[in-house]
């Protein structure tokens, strides 16, 4: 069965500091792996998405994001967080050989202070 | 994304009434998909359409409906409302297979 995990619930970072935030997967078959951020009263705003090819990727708002096959993970990252940053993120997979659904982890709520 | 828009934006009902979530998009996009979100539990997938003439269950479709009006509009129905279906609901758009799905602003239900 496919699955997400983001293990930390919240992260909280000092404005400048490099962020990271986890996410673990399992899928069978290649993945499809998305990053996705929620502003308060707002829908869900795609960051960016690995398919194939390079295993840094990079998106939106200065993140980016390491596929790392080996230890199953697609870890969101930036160099240097912004208060303005501050929000819910959600990492999600979907299966190339899978039913075409997407499932999205519980979401990790990441907090930059000034 | 104001490509894909949701009404109404808030709704709070009573247990037992019948209310209907509606999301419209712009983008052309074929598929489109109904979640819920859940503090903690991040969304889960309720129903799915593929095109106008194909729709399926999603994980948690018990007690709820969804019809497929044009490749455009996909309305999610609450057939009798139960308080546990207080969630936030979100409407979201694909094209193809494989691709990224364009979520709406939500629609945030309150069931007394």
């Known amino acids: 069965a496919q699955s997400v995990a983001q293990p930390e619930d919240q992260v909280n970072v000092a404005e400048g500091n490099p962020l990271t935030v986890k996410c673990t997967y399992s899928?069978?078959?290649?993945?499809?792996l998305f990053w996705y951020v929620q502003y308060p009263n707002r829908g869900l705003q795609f960051l960016l998405k690995y398919i194939t090819g390079d295993n840094l990727v990079k998106g939106s708002y200065g993140f980016e994001a390491e596929f790392n096959k080996s230890q199953t993970s697609f870890h969101l990252k930036k160099p240097s967080a912004l208060v303005s940053d501050s929000a819910l993120y959600f990492c999600a997979v979907r299966s190339l050989w899978g039913t075409d659904k997407l499932i999205f982890g519980t979401g990790t709520r990441l907090q930059v202070f000034p | 994304d104001a490509d894909v828009t949701q009404t109404p934006r808030n709704r709070i009902t009573k247990t037992g009434k019948r209310i209907m979530l509606e999301c419209s998009q712009t983008k052309g996009h074929d598929r489109m998909y109904w979640y819920r979100q859940d503090p903690g539990l991040g969304l889960q997938l309720i129903y799915y359409s593929f095109d106008v003439k194909d729709i399926n269950k999603g994980e948690i479709s018990d007690g709820y409906s969804v019809s497929r009006q044009a490749q455009a509009k996909f309305s999610l129905s609450l057939e009798s409302a139960i308080p546990n279906q207080t969630a936030l609901y979100f409407c979201?758009?694909?094209?193809?297979?494989?691709?990224?799905?364009?979520f709406g602003p939500g629609t945030r239900l309150l069931v007394l």
């Open positions: 979201a758009t694909s094209q193809g297979t494989q691709e990224t799905q364009y």
């Open positions: 899928v069978s078959g290649n993945p499809y």
